[in-house]
């Protein structure tokens, strides 16, 4: 089992449409969460964290639920501009040493 | 403005040619590390850097080798044992308590033929 699964997609919503992704982790002492946008050709830029009570920015939330561990990320009223591709990146620290692992992404396209 | 810089962003080389990627930050970041990210795939981790002078590597090291003799630059060379070499780079930097929080250069795209 991959250490963390996302659906690849595409996810092809039309405008204002609400749009949630999730993913899976496999490692049960994963410590915090987070998600990355990548745009076409880009470099990943971290669009935000995910908290244990879930947290909201703007249009988008955020939430964890670590007893079935997986992250999930809701876009509501989608922009032409959130198409991209989705990273979550999940890490586990210990003493001295952190590990970051990067999922494989979930390709979202907004339609007009 | 502080940031993460990569050159050049295009590099074409011929198989059996070793190459070496730049890789500059001016964020004062202790951690570096080194990505490949093939079509479809994730970021594969090839190497990092905590600290100036000591650098670990990562998931697909084999075929790669760097360096860290100055706390800005992480160059990573691409030797010609390295099968299939044709990936688009990203480097990045972090603080080294967060390391989830990196940053990214603009990446340079190889292509070997």
């Known amino acids: 089992r991959k250490e963390v699964e996302q659906d690849p997609g595409p996810f092809n919503v039309p405008e204002g449409a609400t749009v949630a992704f999730n993913c899976t982790y496999s490692?049960?002492?994963?410590?915090?969460f987070f998600w990355y946008r990548q745009d076409c050709r880009k470099e990943p830029k971290l669009l935000m964290s995910?908290?244990?009570s879930g947290n909201e920015d703007g249009r988008f939330t955020a939430q964890l639920n670590r007893a079935s561990q997986y992250i999930s990320l809701l876009i509501r009223d989608s922009k032409l501009s959130d198409s991209a591709t989705y990273l979550c990146v999940v890490n586990i620290a210990g003493r001295g040493y952190q590990k970051v692992t990067f999922g494989t992404g979930t390709k979202l396209q907004v339609i007009p | 403005d502080g940031g993460i810089t990569q050159s050049p962003k295009y590099l074409f080389r011929k198989e059996g040619q070793n190459v070496t990627l730049s890789c500059e930050q001016n964020l004062n970041h202790d951690a570096m590390y080194w990505y490949r990210q093939d079509p479809g795939q994730g970021l594969r981790l090839i190497y990092y850097s905590q600290i100036v002078n000591d650098f670990q590597k990562g998931d697909i090291a084999e075929g790669y080798s760097v360096s860290r003799e100055k706390k800005e630059s992480f160059p990573l060379t691409v030797t010609s044992a390295q099968k299939n070499p044709t990936a688009f780079y990203l480097c990045?930097?972090?603080?080294?308590?967060?390391?989830?929080?990196?940053?990214f250069g603009p990446g340079t795209r190889l292509t070997v033929t």
């Open positions: 995910v908290y244990s």
């Open positions: 490692n049960s002492a994963s410590q915090s």
């Open positions: 990045a930097s972090s603080t080294r308590d967060s390391a989830y929080e990196q940053y």
